[in-house]
């Protein structure tokens, strides 16, 4: 995870250098939206390839895998 985490801030750097933005380290919260975005986007795959399920809570959805998968 340690060299994900590497390679994501280097990306986002790069970007911003690409972009012409100073100073052009990367904000915390750009790291985390990332992050983020890419977690719903793993969560969502593998609910329809029907390995998960989702259900609703009274605050929010709760994820549990579903047996034989």
């Known amino acids: 995870m340690e060299m994900d985490m590497l390679k994501l801030i280097h990306s986002l750097q790069e970007k911003r250098r690409k972009d012409k933005i100073t100073p052009d380290h990367v904000p915390e919260v750009e790291i985390m939206n990332t992050v983020l975005e890419s977690a719903r986007s793993e969560l969502n795959d593998l609910y329809k390839s029907d390995k998960i399920g989702v259900v609703k809570t009274l605050n ?6 579903k047996d034989g998968k």
């Open 60 to 65: 929010s959805k709760a994820v549990y895998v």
